[in-house]
C-alpha cells in the first residue's frame, strides 16, 4: 500500500528552508523578538507590542488570549467619534455551540513607533530583516543567549530542548542570517550541543527494542527524534533479519539474463 504522505526533507539546516517540507513550515511560525527601527503608519493596530505585564493600548486582551480559537480580525469602515478618525475592530470568535463577537475600539491608522517590542514570525522577521534599510533589529532569543550555551557546554544532556524549542538547531541556523556579532558563538554552541547529545541519542534507540520510547524521545528536538526514528528502524530491521524474517536475497536480473544468454550459447 502507497503512503498518503511522502516526508520531505527539512532544509533548515542550510542557507533557506523548504517549504515543501512540513517541519520547516512550522519552524518558520516560531516566534522572534524584534525592535523596529524606524516608524511603521498604519500598522500599529495589526502588528502588536510585547506588553510588559499590564495590558496596553497594542496589547492583545486578556479575553482573547484565553480562547485560542480567535479565528479573524475584521476592520469595519471608520467612524466619526468627536474629533478623532478611529474604526472599529471586530474580534471574531466561534466557541464550541456558540458564536461570539466582541467589539474593540481601535485606531486602526495608529503608528507603530520606532523602538517598540514585537514578536514577529520568524519568515515575516526574515523578510523585514535589511541591514541597509534598517527597519527591523532582532534580539536573540533567551536560549541561544550566553547564559543558555554557558548551560549547553557543561552538560548538554540534561537539557530539555523539546520544553525550550521543538525546532531547536534549525531555528538556530536560521538566526545566523541576522548577522549578529554572537552569530560565530552560536553556530559552536549548536554544534557541540549536538554532539554532546549524539551519542546517548543513537544508544537509547539501539537499547529499546519493542518497548515505550514515549519517555526516551520526550526531551528532544525533531531534528533528534528523526534521528532517534532512524535508529530504532535499523535496530528492527536488524532484528528481522537476525530472525530470518527479511526479505530473501535474490539473483539481479542482469545476472539472470547473463546466464540465460550464456547458456544460449553453449547449446547454440
Given at each position: 500500500?502507497?503512503?498518503?504522505?511522502?516526508?520531505?526533507?527539512?532544509?533548515?539546516?542550510?542557507?533557506?528552508?523548504?517549504?515543501?517540507?512540513?517541519?520547516?513550515?512550522?519552524?518558520?511560525h516560531?516566534?522572534?523578538?524584534?525592535?523596529?527601527?524606524?516608524?511603521m503608519?498604519?500598522?500599529?493596530?495589526?502588528?502588536?507590542?510585547?506588553?510588559?505585564?499590564?495590558?496596553?493600548?497594542?496589547?492583545?486582551?486578556?479575553?482573547?488570549?484565553?480562547?485560542?480559537?480567535?479565528?479573524c480580525?475584521?476592520?469595519?469602515?471608520?467612524?466619526?467619534?468627536?474629533?478623532?478618525?478611529?474604526?472599529?475592530?471586530?474580534?471574531?470568535?466561534?466557541?464550541?455551540?456558540?458564536?461570539?463577537?466582541?467589539?474593540?475600539?481601535?485606531?486602526?491608522?495608529s503608528?507603530?513607533?520606532?523602538?517598540?517590542?514585537?514578536?514577529?514570525?520568524?519568515?515575516?522577521?526574515?523578510?523585514?530583516?535589511?541591514?541597509?534599510?534598517?527597519?527591523?533589529?532582532?534580539?536573540?532569543?533567551?536560549i541561544?543567549?550566553?547564559?543558555?550555551r554557558?548551560v549547553?557546554?557543561?552538560?548538554?544532556?540534561?537539557?530539555?530542548?523539546?520544553?525550550?524549542?521543538?525546532?531547536?538547531?534549525?531555528?538556530?541556523?536560521?538566526?545566523?542570517h541576522?548577522?549578529?556579532?554572537?552569530?560565530?558563538?552560536?553556530?559552536?554552541?549548536?554544534?557541540?550541543?549536538?554532539?554532546?547529545?549524539?551519542r546517548?541519542?543513537?544508544?537509547?534507540?539501539?537499547?529499546?527494542?519493542?518497548?515505550?520510547?514515549?519517555?526516551?524521545?520526550?526531551?528532544?528536538?525533531?531534528?533528534?527524534?528523526?534521528?532517534?526514528?532512524?535508529?530504532?528502524?535499523?535496530?528492527?530491521?536488524?532484528?528481522?533479519?537476525?530472525?530470518?524474517?527479511?526479505?530473501?536475497?535474490?539473483?539481479?536480473?542482469?545476472?539472470?539474463?547473463?546466464?540465460?544468454?550464456?547458456?544460449?550459447?553453449?547449446?547454440?
Open positions: 500500500m502507497s503512503e498518503a504522505y511522502f516526508r520531505v526533507e527539512s532544509g533548515a539546516l542550510g542557507p533557506e528552508e523548504n517549504f515543501l517540507s512540513l517541519d520547516d513550515i512550522l519552524m518558520s516560531e516566534k522572534l523578538p524584534v525592535r523596529t527601527e524606524t516608524a503608519p498604519r500598522l500599529g493596530a495589526f502588528l502588536l507590542e510585547r506588553s510588559g505585564g499590564a495590558e496596553t493600548d497594542h496589547a492583545i486582551p486578556q479575553f482573547f488570549r484565553s480562547h485560542p480559537d480567535l479565528l480580525l475584521v476592520a469595519l469602515p471608520p467612524k466619526r467619534i468627536g474629533s478623532t478618525d478611529s474604526a472599529q475592530a471586530v474580534y471574531i470568535s466561534f466557541l464550541p455551540h456558540t458564536f461570539t463577537m466582541v467589539f474593540a475600539l481601535k485606531n486602526l491608522h503608528c507603530l513607533r520606532q523602538g517598540s517590542k514585537l514578536e514577529l514570525p520568524l519568515w515575516l522577521a526574515k523578510g523585514l530583516f535589511d541591514n541597509k534599510r534598517r527597519i527591523i533589529s532582532v534580539e536573540l532569543p533567551k541561544y543567549q550566553q547564559g543558555w554557558t549547553f557546554s557543561a552538560d548538554a544532556n540534561v537539557v530539555d530542548l523539546h520544553k525550550l524549542g521543538p525546532h531547536f538547531y534549525g531555528f538556530g541556523s536560521q538566526l545566523l541576522f548577522d549578529s556579532p554572537e552569530n560565530a558563538d552560536i553556530s559552536e554552541s549548536l554544534l557541540q550541543t549536538f554532539i554532546g547529545r549524539f546517548r541519542i543513537m544508544d537509547s534507540s539501539q537499547n529499546a527494542y519493542n518497548e515505550d520510547t514515549s519517555a526516551l524521545v520526550a526531551r528532544l528536538d525533531e531534528m533528534e527524534r528523526g534521528l532517534f526514528q532512524t535508529g530504532q528502524k535499523g535496530l528492527n530491521d536488524f532484528q528481522c533479519w537476525e530472525k530470518g524474517q527479511a526479505s530473501q536475497i535474490t539473483a539481479s536480473s542482469l545476472v539472470q539474463n547473463y546466464k540465460k544468454r550464456k547458456l544460449t550459447d553453449m547449446e547454440g
